[in-house]
């Protein structure tokens, strides 16, 4: 196995995690409909990401610090739209 | 920093990930609706998690496989409720 071909699939699975968030976040905004999305999941979301960017930190690796910070932006504005539309919004 | 808590941050944050999907599971389960949620969030997730376990097993890592394929499982799971509801759903 190249040594070149781990590095690569954890690249795109991380950048996949990361971008699978943004149709998420067009579909909130465009519609305004927030009702089946889960808060709880969101809140313990958005806390995973920070602690993904604090242990990206702790060992210097900038990738995952750069793909969680991303991912907290958008996870982080479909919570607020979420709690800007309240539970049944 | 003692050499441990980079692992356990790493760790809670990996626990808190795959815990984040519960909720949402639950939600949409017990509520039926998955009209707000995206299709293509979770049809790009559930390729991501395949992808990490890819990973996890072309690196030798039990947690990377076991936290993924838990995350698999219930993505996999809000993935099918989406696609039985249909798009108004």
Same mark, same amino acid.
């Given at each position: 196995m190249p040594y070149w071909l781990p590095v690569a699939i954890g690249v795109v699975a991380g950048a996949l995690s990361t971008v699978s968030?943004?149709?998420? !976040?067009? %579909?909130?905004? #465009?519609e305004g409909d927030?009702?089946?999305i889960s808060l709880r999941m969101?809140?313990?979301t !958005?806390?995973?990401?920070?602690?993904?960017i604090v242990y990206?930190?702790?060992i210097g690796s900038l990738p995952i610090i750069i793909f969680n910070?991303?991912?907290?932006?958008?996870?982080?504005?479909i919570?607020?739209? %979420?709690? #800007?539309?309240?539970?049944?919004g």
């Open positions: 968030f943004a149709p998420q !976040v067009l %579909k909130a905004w #465009r927030t009702a089946a969101y809140i313990v !958005v806390i995973a990401f920070v602690m993904w990206g930190v702790m910070a991303l991912s907290l932006i958008m996870s982080g504005s919570l607020m739209m %979420k709690i #800007r539309n309240g539970p049944d």
